[in-house]
């Protein structure tokens, strides 16, 4: 355990509990369109990336180093998927509360820990 884990962790939880606190909140200001708002939570985080990769370099890499076909289907692939995770959620958070979409948000994310441990045979330490 160190303490750059625990504060991450710490700012991990509190997007993930901003982030279904303001998907509640702005449901109404679109009409209660479940698509509209995920249309626009994904233009949004488009316009925020372009910037990032210019930054981080990642816009000449894929220029210099262009990638082949398999790259392209895996992004669109995992892009397909964000999108899904992203409507799914927005639906959960609609049909209940933030609150509960929280609490199943942690309860799967220990499972996925501990099925990834038990699947990899992994020893892990009474702390962990």
Not at 1 to 8: C, E, F, H, Q
Request: net charge positive.
């Amino acid at each position: 355990m160190s303490v750059d884990g625990v504060i991450y962790g710490i700012l991990a939880s509190l997007a993930v509990a901003l982030n279904a606190i303001f998907t509640k909140t702005i449901l109404p200001k679109v009409g209660n369109c479940l698509w509209k708002l995920t249309w626009y939570n994904n233009l949004v985080a488009l316009i925020l990336f372009i910037p990032l990769m210019l930054f981080n370099g990642d816009v000449k890499r894929v220029i210099n180093d262009t990638p082949g076909w398999t790259f392209w289907q895996m992004l669109f692939i995992s892009g397909l998927f964000g999108f899904t995770m992203n409507y799914v959620t927005g639906w959960q958070i609609e049909a209940t509360s933030p609150l509960t979409h929280n609490i199943s948000a942690t309860a799967k994310s220990a499972a996925q820990t501990l099925l990834a441990v038990i699947i990899y045979q992994e020893l892990k330490p009474f702390s962990w």
